[in-house]
Nanobody
């Protein structure tokens, strides 16, 4: 098991920034064994891939819709993964969840991830 807890969501105006964090439980094993991803789910829409980062943090992948605006990073010593979101748009409004993929290479498919956080709400007003 790898309990994950997200934080940092909130209400922001279009063009603003937010930084999401996802912390893994200290009892959850070796954090660097997991590739980490961020996904989002907006009302009436399918869950959408946002970004992923490999176990070492050397490689990242982004959805086209967030490329150039969002940055994913991780700190394996602190068992945390972050998502810096800049130039936010109203269409970024969603519940954002982090997920962990054991021994993963950083997948964009949600089905590849074994553990999920509860999510944090991000609302961008126009």
């Amino acid at each position: 098991q790898l309990p994950l807890v997200e934080s940092g969501g909130g209400l922001v105006q279009a063009g603003g920034s937010l930084r999401l964090s996802c912390a893994a439980s200290a009892s959850g094993g070796t954090f660097s064994n997991y590739a980490m991803g961020w996904f989002r789910h907006a009302p009436g829409k399918e869950r959408e891939f946002v970004a992923t980062i490999t176990r070492t943090g050397r490689s990242t992948t982004y959805a086209d819709s967030v490329k150039g605006r969002f940055t994913i990073s991780r700190d394996n010593a602190k068992k945390a993964v972050n998502l810096q979101m800049n130039s936010l748009k109203p269409e970024d409004t969603a519940v954002y969840s982090c997920a962990a993929e054991i021994w993963g290479v950083g997948a964009s498919a949600a089905s590849e991830y074994e553990y999920w956080g509860q999510g944090t709400q991000v609302t961008v007003s126009s």
